[in-house]
């Protein structure tokens, strides 16, 4: 089982998922000019950082309110589309934080990597055949959008969270 899934709920805890969730909230809105290139590597980087520091709740809470805030700010058009987004976002934490936990020199890359894929995989697969059934046609930008820049983007943003959780873990000590 995934042992760091029950955390004991206190303030720095909760003091901590805030934090993340508005520091994904933050990439999110201040740079949605920069679009999915800057934008998905942050967030993803983010959850990842979420998953690492915090807990998988915590990252899957982050993980479920980005994709719906970015539906409520206009971000991201159709709201069909947020629920398999929130849904990629816990397959990517839950993915990582098994692969890593089960692995052991290699865990945290082999982890990006399966929780990457996995984002991958759900996305692309429901967006090309699943939202059919609730949208009539879903636009060929969205499609692109939600297929192999998410691999990318998870990957980026996964990585990046490797190197950065390094130096929260090393000054948290």
């Not at 909760?14 to 990439?27: E, P």
């Not at 970015?70 to 976002?89: C, E, H, K, Q, R």
Request: proline share 6%.
């Amino acid at each position: 089982m995934i042992k760091t899934a029950v955390k004991q709920l206190n303030v720095s805890y909760l003091t901590k998922t805030g934090v993340l969730l508005a520091l994904a909230l933050t990439f999110q809105i201040g740079f949605s000019t920069f679009a999915q290139p800057a934008v998905g590597p942050l967030v993803n980087m983010t959850l990842f950082i979420a998953a690492i520091y915090v807990g998988p709740i915590s990252a899957a809470l982050i993980g479920t309110l980005t994709p719906l805030s970015a539906f409520l700010l206009g971000i991201m058009p159709l709201f069909p589309i947020v629920s398999f987004i929130m849904i990629a976002n816990v397959t990517l934490v839950i993915l990582f934080t098994f692969v890593r936990e089960i692995n052991g020199k290699y865990g945290d890359v082999l982890g990006v990597i399966a929780g990457a894929a996995g984002k991958f995989l759900f996305l692309s697969i429901s967006v090309r055949y699943i939202a059919s059934y609730f949208l009539p046609q879903v636009p060929p930008k969205i499609v692109e959008m939600m297929t192999f820049p998410q691999l990318y983007t998870a990957l980026i943003g996964g990585f990046i969270a490797l190197l950065v959780s390094k130096k929260l873990i090393k000054y948290n000590k």
